[in-house]
T-cell receptor, first 113, second 114 residues
Framework: AQSVTQLGSHVSVSEGALVLLRCNYS??????LFWYVQYPNQGLQLLLK??????LVKGINGFEAEFKKSETSFHLTKPSAHMSDAAEYFC???????????FGQGTRLTINP | DTGVSQDPRHKITKRGQNVTFRCDPI?????LYWYRQTLGQGPEFLTY????????KSRLLSDRFSAERPKGSFSTLEIQRTEQGDSAMYLC????????????FGPGTRLTVT
């Protein structure tokens, strides 16, 4: 079975500051890992994914994440926050052969001017 | 690529009524998923289809819930005898190919049961 824990339900940073959203996963098989963003009253948009290969994954809007197997982590970072980054962010895991995504509870990112 | 569409976007119903939601996936995607998201939580998996076959159902999908994908294209999710606890955002997603492929989500249907 898979599970995801996102540390911090709410993160607040200043515009231009580093964004770090934490995600730890549990999986009995090699995981596929995803970060999605959700704006109010909208569906989820994929930011980036890790399946195999390079452990540092680059996504859209300047976000990237690093898969660390030893730490069972897949933290999301962005060097410089922009006001438009304010949203809810979800980390998700699926087993390599499975279809469903298992999501964390989400982290609401607020950007202060 | 017009994206995943869902209809209606909002539904308000009285307890005990039946409701049906529709999802149209991206046209070349053979896999379709339903998730439920309650306020302040991440989406929870309900069920998924590969073409017209329903291959997995969550324990969350009680016998009041039924999903179909009759011709392997659009899908419907029906909730019978709605309860206040059914109030949530119902999200549909689609993907193609093998496991691990990214899922593309629709805008969701927000259900409010009064």
């Amino acid at each position: 079975a898979q599970s995801v824990t996102q540390l911090g339900s709410h993160v607040s940073v200043s515009e231009g500051a580093l964004v770090l959203l934490r995600c730890n996963y549990s999986s009995s098989v090699p995981p596929y890992l995803f970060w999605y963003v959700q704006y109010p009253n909208q569906g989820l948009q994929l930011l980036l994914k890790y399946t195999t290969g390079a452990t540092l994954v680059k996504g859209i809007n300047g976000f990237e994440a690093e898969f660390k197997k030893s730490e069972t982590s897949f933290h999301l970072t962005k060097p410089s926050a922009h006001m438009s980054d304010a949203a809810e962010y979800f980390c998700a895991v699926s087993a390599s052969g499975a279809q469903k995504l298992v999501f964390g509870q989400g982290t609401r990112l607020t950007i202060n001017p | 690529d017009t994206g995943v569409s869902q209809d209606p976007r909002h539904k308000i119903t009285k307890r005990g009524q039946n409701v049906t939601f529709r999802c149209d996936p991206i046209s070349e995607h053979n896999r379709l998923y339903w998730y439920r998201q309650t306020l302040g939580q991440g989406p929870e998996f309900l069920t998924y289809f590969q073409n017209e076959a329903q291959l997995e159902k969550s324990r969350l999908l009680s016998d009041r819930f039924s999903a179909e994908r009759p011709k392997g294209s659009f899908s419907t999710l029906e909730i019978q005898r709605t309860e206040q606890g059914d109030s949530a955002m119902y999200l549909c997603a689609s993907s193609r190919g093998q496991g691990g492929r990214e899922q593309y989500f629709g805008p969701g249907t927000r259900l409010t049961v009064t």
